[in-house]
Each structure stands twice: as structure tokens, then as C-alpha cells.
T-cell receptor, first 115, second 112 residues
Framework: DVKVTQSSRYLVKRTGEKVFLECVQDMDHENMFWYRQDPGLGLRLIYFSYDVKMKEKGDIPEGYSVSREKKERFSLILESASTNQTSMYLC??????????????FGPGTRLTVT | RKEVEQDPGPFNVPEGATVAFNCTYSNSASQSFFWYRQDCRKEPKLLMSVYSSGNEDGRFTAQLNRASQYISLLIRDSKLSDSATYLCVVRGTKTSYDKVIFGPGTSLSVIP
């Protein structure tokens, strides 16, 4: 079974803090993704990575950065947290070449509240 | 217009009922289509892919209508355990990467 784990289920941070969200997958997947999920808006892609040290912006990258130093780990960084970044953050991974999409396996999510 | 739209519901149906969800997409060049299921406070999981010829998996039937740019999910003989949010997922085309777009989801409650 594919397993995608995220470092925290719930996180509360103050405005202006730097926040690190960690994601680890154990199936040697090339692709990893970070989404945020908000009511009525669905999942929106923040960043994704097709390989180690490779990253590409998704639809809403502003205010976020990512790091992929090892294949199994993909980190999302909020440089200076703001209240509008309060959301559910979901990490996903998939095994696919670039020209084909395969099933995405999601982690359990991190509910981040910025006060 | 949003790229992928779904009726948010909620759909409240009795056990044993048949229920259908539609999802419309705006990019006519979209290549692949999927339905994911998300239980309350859980992560999304793939329910089924949607093929051009339509496909069935037990009580679930998925259909694609490219001309009208929508996909559908039909659930027959609803069970209490079918209660969840159903996410329509569309893979579009873009020059630099595969763009996978999730719809906002349709909420289903199956009631005894």
C-alpha cells in the first residue's frame, strides 16, 4: 500500500511566522504535489515536483515555496504566514511519466490555522 | 467560468436509491477524467477513471460526453457507506506539464 504521511494533522501559527509542512511518501514516486483545499473552491495546486530538486509553480504559488532535496520528501514553506493561508493542506504523490497522469495518492492533510 | 464545475449539493437520498452527479469542464482539449471520493475529514481517494466508452464498477457507472463537455457518475442501490463528497477531476493539456484540475465536489448523504 502506498503511504503518504504529513508531519502534522493540526497546526496553529501566528501571522508572520515561518511555517514548514513536511510530506513523505514511501513508494518511490517521481511526482509530488501540494494542494490546499477550501470550501467551495476544491483542491488548488500550489506547487509540484517531478524530480529531486525540481519544482514547478501550480495555480496559486504566491506566498509559498517548496523544497525537494530527496525523492521521498517534499516540503511546503510559508515564508510569512498570513490569515488567508488558513486552510487544509494536502500532499499527494503519483507514479507517472510527464505525459501521462496516474492515480494520485494523498496524505491525511494538515489543517493549518493562522491567527 | 470555472474550469471544472459541480453541483455542490448536498444530495440527500434514501438507502437503495439511484443518484447521479454531473460535472462540466471548460477545456475541450481535456484528455483524462476521474472521479475521486473524499470522506469527511479524510483525504481524497480515486474512485474510478472515466473512459470514452463509459465504464462500470459494481454499483458505480461513469460516463463521458465530450460533445457537451461533461462527465457523470451514477450510483445505484445507494448504501450508507456511500455518504461522502465526490470530486470530479479533469486532466487538461498545457505546454509544460499535465494540469490536473479538481472540481469543488458534490456532497452525498445516504439516509436510512
Amino acid at each position: 500500500d502506498v503511504k503518504v504521511t504529513q508531519s502534522s494533522r493540526y497546526l496553529v501559527k501566528r501571522t508572520g511566522e515561518k511555517v514548514f509542512l513536511e510530506c513523505v511518501q514511501d513508494m518511490d514516486h517521481e511526482n509530488m504535489f501540494w494542494y490546499r483545499q477550501d470550501p467551495g473552491l476544491g483542491l488548488r495546486l500550489i506547487y509540484f515536483s517531478y524530480d529531486v530538486k525540481m519544482k514547478e509553480k501550480g495555480d496559486i504559488p504566491e506566498g509559498y515555496s517548496v523544497s525537494r532535496e530527496k525523492k521521498e520528501r517534499f516540503s511546503l514553506i510559508l515564508e510569512s504566514a498570513s490569515t488567508n493561508q488558513t486552510s487544509m493542506y494536502l500532499c499527494a504523490s503519483s507514479l507517472s511519466p510527464r505525459d501521462r497522469v496516474a492515480e494520485q495518492y494523498f496524505g491525511p492533510g494538515t489543517r493549518l490555522t493562522v491567527t | 467560468r470555472k474550469e471544472v464545475e459541480q453541483d455542490p449539493g448536498p444530495f440527500n437520498v434514501p438507502e437503495g436509491a439511484t443518484v447521479a452527479f454531473n460535472c462540466t469542464y471548460s477545456n475541450s482539449a481535456s484528455q483524462s477524467f476521474f472521479w475521486y471520493r473524499q470522506d469527511c475529514r479524510k483525504e481524497p481517494k480515486l474512485l474510478m477513471s472515466v473512459y470514452s466508452s463509459g465504464n462500470e464498477d459494481g454499483r458505480f457507472t461513469a460516463q463521458l460526453n465530450r460533445a457537451s463537455q461533461y462527465i457523470s457518475l451514477l450510483i445505484r442501490d445507494s448504501k450508507l457507506s456511500d455518504s461522502a463528497t465526490y470530486l470530479c477531476v479533469v486532466r487538461g493539456t498545457k505546454t509544460s506539464y499535465d494540469k490536473v484540475i479538481f472540481g469543488p465536489g458534490t456532497s452525498l448523504s445516504v439516509i436510512p
